[in-house]
């Protein structure tokens, strides 16, 4: 995971329209293109010399090929257009971090266990909707198997099966109410959420295809 840092110091005669302009215009613009993930925006509280005010924005992108991209297709437009509303009273700087690790107490209220197979095992959709990465641990699924028929024709999907033999292998991870119900946004109403038994003995939800 990699984030594409943007820090730029702005003019007091153009502040608001310019916080305006980056609010409801230049950040959507730039998560419209479809290369990153999420953007924050920060403002800095140390009184800068050279006068204005200095705001970060970061915007988090999955590697640096996608990032290259957005170089090569996107980024001299979207420049542009700073350059056009606000010439000559902006400085910004550009700065590629990699993300090493990452720490949060927001899953320490976690009480689900949410047994992932499919598209929840990626790190970069666990990024976009929880908003942070997932430890997972290794487990098994009894008495299903994958079902042949894909969800829109490209997402995976499990059935029932009359056969012990059969099993599902993925991860369970740890989730709080909250992040739970963003599993439920992001799965959306081609699935439901059923509670199952895993081998390990945890009772866990799992996303079933509800056309089955």
Known sequence: MFIYNVTTNIEESVHDEWLRWMKESHIPDVLATGKFLDAKMTKVLVEEELGGQTYSVQFTVADRETLQKYYDQDAARLREDANRLFAGK????????QVV?????????????????????????????????LQGVPDTLTQYRMSDKKVADRYPNIVASALQT??????VFLLSQEELLKA???EGHAYERTEVSLVSG???????????
């Open 101 to 133: 690790s990452e720490h949060s107490t927001k899953h320490l209220a976690a009480t689900h266990f949410v047994f992932a197979y499919g598209t929840l095992l990626q790190r970069e959709v666990q990024q976009a909707v929880f908003s942070r990465v």
């Open 90 to 97: 902006f400085v910004s700087f550009r700065t590629e971090l």
């Open 166 to 171: 059969d099993s599902i292998t993925g991860e």
């Open 184 to 186: 439920d946004a992001y």
């Open 202 to 212: 945890k009772k866990a939800w799992i996303y079933l295809s509800r056309s089955h």
